[in-house]
Structures are given as structure tokens and as C-alpha cells.
């Protein structure tokens, strides 16, 4: 049997009384791909940061690689869907990207890590803005940076909240070819809307809207949701994926 | 002008304009980029109780300020964070709590307080050598302390948030950097006074800032301009007879419009 890295048992979380995660069971093993999809509000991003250590559940229990999820995070890259920073930073990409081989106080960044960072430049196609203050980049060249910060950890779970929400069509071809290519070194959750995704680089789905809903293969959650709405999945969920997703419950 | 140099005081002035230039350099980039100047604002003005403290104790009021704008300074962070009040309206009571303290003290003090207005308002004409070595101990530890936590410092000044994902003790260091504001802003109140510090601590690194994308070249920027402003406006005040701690603080200010209008009309 496989490593469970994730486990988060019979999980509740109130938000100043409104309920997001009700009695959620969740786990993942070493090297499983799962996609959270769900509506907005549906409890997404809070798994991503409770696995982080950065929401406390009000109950259940939550175990990161067998640890409290704070001491887990060394192992951990994260790509947030929001990053509400300052753009005129004094701040440099590679000085960003370099930001995730972060270890501990006092231990300062080696020619190793340096050598990683320039590689996930490479690796998202940035390389040549290295010296770039942030400010001067598109949305979608910054998700890049953010994508090659996460990357260069080179962690053994990767947490991707949106990850190509503001990315070209094109990127966000080679960003899931480069992800098919991870996903043999790591695990990975990727909380997305884009369900054509799923269907042809996810291993497994996790259903979210306040209770998880289906956990399980991507190929049967499809067929389920094929079956309900009679009409292909991509279809579904480029036109009208909350509605889609709202049904699920009843 | 030369002969200027003779006088004792004007040496202390020059060395005083020196030390504080380090402080609102290197901490002056964080509070500036990080967005804390109201927060230090706060701690600045509430160390004046710690001066009133001083002079009811009958001890240096730099001295007493020390650890009263530490605990203000740890006060403020703590309580703006965990209490369910919005962070500004947390930082304008203990602000005016600070100065409403310090005045409270210094009736209760026996007998007159002379300077009491230096304090205030600064007099950089009359900082005594033992006070000298107080903010050279203070530059000392701020120095050292940036060096040691640059990388930290650096991480949730960007991004917060990500910063703890990555293992950062965000908190703390948060804590940590708004006691060096603390530090820094003893180691201005004798120059610009309790009143007139934020001006220190944010504008010579605004002014900076136009002008680099790299941090350490920020706080260098920063204590160069500072070094050089206080001491023109400390030349000024001196020619003109004018109160010195404001008139540093109108230099800055007109060198910021001049950067600024210079730097957009290009």
C-alpha cells in the first residue's frame, strides 16, 4: 500500500458561523493527482490551506506526511490563487522564484538553489526576465514566476489553487505536459474549473462543495456527471459549471 | 562654516544626523515597503510615554523610551492581529494612550521639565555624547539584527502569507521588525522628536525607492539621502534660526516633491 501523505478525517470549518467544510474526509497517497473542482465558496482553497496549516479545522483531525500540517511544509509547493503583493515591490523575478528553495533562519541560499530557481525559470519559459523587477510583468507572465517558485522546492506535494486561470492557451498546454511530468516525482492537488483538463491529465476528482461529494477516478466521476447532465462534460463545464456543480447535491 | 566643526555640539549634531541616517535607512526600507508607517506612526508617538516615564522616574527619558516603545511596539503587533478590531482603529488608541501617558507622567513628575519639548519636536543642537553612544548601541543591534533576518524580513514584507507556507515564523519576525522600528524610532526622537520621526522613518526611503528595485541598494539610497538631508537641514536651521528637527522634516518633504516632479517629468 501506498504512503498516505494527506489525511484529513471528519473535518469541519466555520467561518465567523457560515459553515465551508462540513464532516470532510479526505486522504492522498504518495504520487496520486487529484483535481478539487467544485463552485466558488465550495471549499477549495480552504483544503489547500488547511493541508498548509494555515486554517485551523474547528473539528476533525488533519495529518500532513504523518505530521501537524505546519511541520509539513518543507515538503510542500504552493501556488496560491491570489497573491494580493505590492507589484512595485523592490523585488526581482529570480529573487521570487528564489523565495521557494526557502529553508530555515539562517541558513542562506546555497549555489544549488540558486542553480533550481534559474532551472524553473527555464522550465516555465521566464528565463530570460530574471532580472525583472515584478512590476513590469503580465498577469500571466507573474502566475508563470509563481508556478516556477512552487516548482523549484522541489516538493513531495504540490498544491496548484488555479494555476492557469490567467495563463495562455499555450502555457497552459505545456504547463499540464510539464505537470504530467511531475506528477511521477510528487503528489498533486489541483483545484481548477477546467475540467477538459481533468478528463485527460488527472488521475482522480474530488467533488467540493462544502461536503465532498465524490472522491474517486477522474473516468467514473466523468461518466457520473455524463450520465446527470446527458451532454459532454467539456461542454458542461465551459458553459455553465456552478450550476453543474450545485446539482451534485441533490 | 568651517569653523562650525570647533564647536562640541555641532560635532554631536553632525554624528547624531550620522547615526539616525542608519536607522531610517535600513528600517526606513521596511517600514516604507512593507506599508507599516501608520503602525509606526503609532509606536513612535506612543513612546513618548516612555519619555514621560523617564521623567518620573528621574532616569534618561531616551533610556526609559527604550522599553516602553518595545512593549508598545510588541502591543500594537499583537493586538491588531488577534483582537476583532480593525488593525487602524487598534493603533489609534494605543497611540493616543502612548502620548496621554506620557503627559500624565510628567505632571506627576516632581519639579519642571525643561526639555520636555525637545522631545516633542527634536533639538539636535543639544544631544548630549552619553545619548551618542545609546543610538550607536541601537544602530548596532538593528544592523545586525537586518543581516541576520535580511531573507526573512524580505519574504513577508513581499508576501505574508506565502511566507509562512514556505516555513518563515511570520509572527514573530513581524514582531521582531516592528521592535526595530521601536529601537529606530529612540534612536530619531532626540533629532526630530517623538512627533516627527515617521518623517524620518518614511520619507528618505520614499524617496528613495524612485530610483532602485533592489533592496539593500534601497537602504543605502536611504542613508545616504537621510544622512545628507538631516545635515542640510540642520545647516539651514542653524542660519536661519529655525526649529531644527522641522526643518530637517520641510527638507525632506521638498526633496521628495523635487524627486518626485523630476522623476515624472522625464
Known amino acids: 500500500m501506498k ?28 504520487n496520486d493527482f487529484v483535481s478539487l473542482i467544485g463552485p466558488n465558496g465550495g471549499g477549495k482553497t480552504t483544503i489547500l490551506k488547511i493541508i498548509l496549516g494555515l486554517i485551523k479545522p474547528d473539528k476533525g483531525e488533519v495529518f500532513v506526511f504523518g505530521k501537524a500540517p505546519e511541520k509539513g511544509r518543507k515538503s510542500i509547493g504552493y501556488l496560491p490563487q491570489y497573491s494580493f503583493v505590492d507589484l512595485n515591490f523592490p523585488i526581482n523575478v529570480f529573487e521570487v522564484v528564489l523565495m521557494g528553495r526557502y529553508d530555515t533562519v539562517g541558513k542562506g541560499y546555497s549555489k544549488e538553489d540558486k542553480d533550481r530557481a534559474l532551472n524553473a525559470l527555464k522550465t516555465v519559459g521566464m528565463l530570460e526576465y530574471k532580472d525583472r523587477q515584478i512590476g513590469r510583468l503580465s498577469s500571466g507572465q507573474l502566475q508563470r ?29 505545456s504547463f499540464y505536459e510539464l505537470l504530467s511530468e511531475l506528477k511521477k516525482k510528487m503528489a498533486v492537488i489541483l483545484v481548477t474549473h ?10 482522480s476528482v474530488a467533488c467540493l462543495n462544502r461536503r465532498l461529494f465524490y472522491h474517486g477516478s477522474s473516468e467514473a466521476a466523468l461518466k457520473k456527471l455524463e450520465q ?8 458542461l463545464a465551459h458553459g455553465i459549471p456552478h450550476r453543474v456543480l450545485k446539482k451534485h447535491g441533490k | 562654516m568651517i569653523e562650525l566643526l570647533q564647536y562640541e555640539f555641532t560635532r554631536n549634531a553632525i554624528l547624531a544626523a550620522l547615526l539616525v541616517s542608519v536607522a531610517c535607512g535600513i528600517v526606513g526600507t521596511f517600514v516604507v515597503i512593507k506599508k507599516m508607517v501608520f503602525i509606526s506612526g503609532g509606536i513612535s508617538h506612543a513612546a513618548f510615554g516612555g519619555i514621560g516615564l523617564g521623567y518620573l522616574l528621574g532616569i534618561n527619558p ?32 494605543l497611540w493616543t494612550l502612548g502620548m496621554a501617558l506620557g503627559i500624565v507622567f510628567v505632571n506627576l513628575a516632581p519639579g519642571y521639565a525643561p526639555d520636555l519639548f525637545s522631545y516633542l519636536f527634536g533639538s539636535i543642537l543639544t544631544v548630549p555624547s552619553t545619548d551618542l553612544i545609546l543610538m550607536l548601541v541601537l544602530d548596532f543591534v538593528i544592523v545586525t539584527v537586518v543581516i541576520f533576518f535580511f531573507r ?14 514556505i516555513g518563515v515564523p511570520a509572527r514573530g519576525l513581524y514582531l521582531l521588525l516592528l521592535c526595530l522600528v521601536a529601537l529606530s524610532v529612540v534612536v530619531m526622537i532626540r533629532v526630530v522628536g517623538v512627533i516627527l520621526v515617521i518623517a524620518l522613518l518614511t520619507l528618505p526611503a520614499a524617496i528613495s525607492r524612485q530610483y532602485t528595485y533592489n533592496i539593500k541598494k534601497l537602504m543605502l539610497l536611504s542613508s545616504i539621502v537621510g544622512a545628507v538631508l538631516t545635515i542640510v ?14 526643518t530637517i522634516v520641510l527638507v525632506l518633504v521638498l526633496c521628495f516633491l523635487f524627486s518626485w516632479i523630476l522623476k515624472r517629468s522625464k
Open chain 2, 62 to 93: 531616551i533610556l526609559a523610551a527604550i522599553p516602553f516603545s518595545l512593549l508598545t511596539a510588541l502591543g500594537i503587533g499583537t493586538i491588531s492581529k488577534t483582537i476583532k478590531v480593525a488593525e487602524d482603529t487598534a493603533i489609534g488608541i
Open chain 2, 152 to 165: 526573512e524580513f524580505k519574504a513577508i514584507s513581499f508576501d505574508e502569507e506565502f511566507s509562512t507556507v
Open chain 1, 145 to 173: 514566476i509563481y508556478i516556477a517558485r512552487a516548482i523549484c522546492r522541489e516538493p513531495e506535494l504540490l498544491l496548484l489553487d488555479e494555476p492557469t486561470a490567467s495563463v495562455d492557451p499555450e502555457m497552459q498546454k
Open chain 2, 233 to 246: 537641514g540642520l545647516l539651514l536651521s542653524y542660519l536661519f534660526d529655525l526649529a531644527s528637527g522641522a
Open chain 1, 228 to 235: 446527470v447532465y446527458e451532454c459532454p462534460i467539456e461542454l
Open chain 1, 3 to 30: 504512503e498516505e501523505i494527506v489525511s484529513l478525517k471528519n473535518t469541519w470549518v466555520y467561518f465567523n458561523d457560515i459553515l465551508v467544510l462540513e464532516d470532510v474526509t479526505f486522504s492522498l497517497k504518495k
Open chain 1, 194 to 203: 477546467d475540467i477538459s483538463v481533468v478528463s485527460v491529465y488527472v488521475d
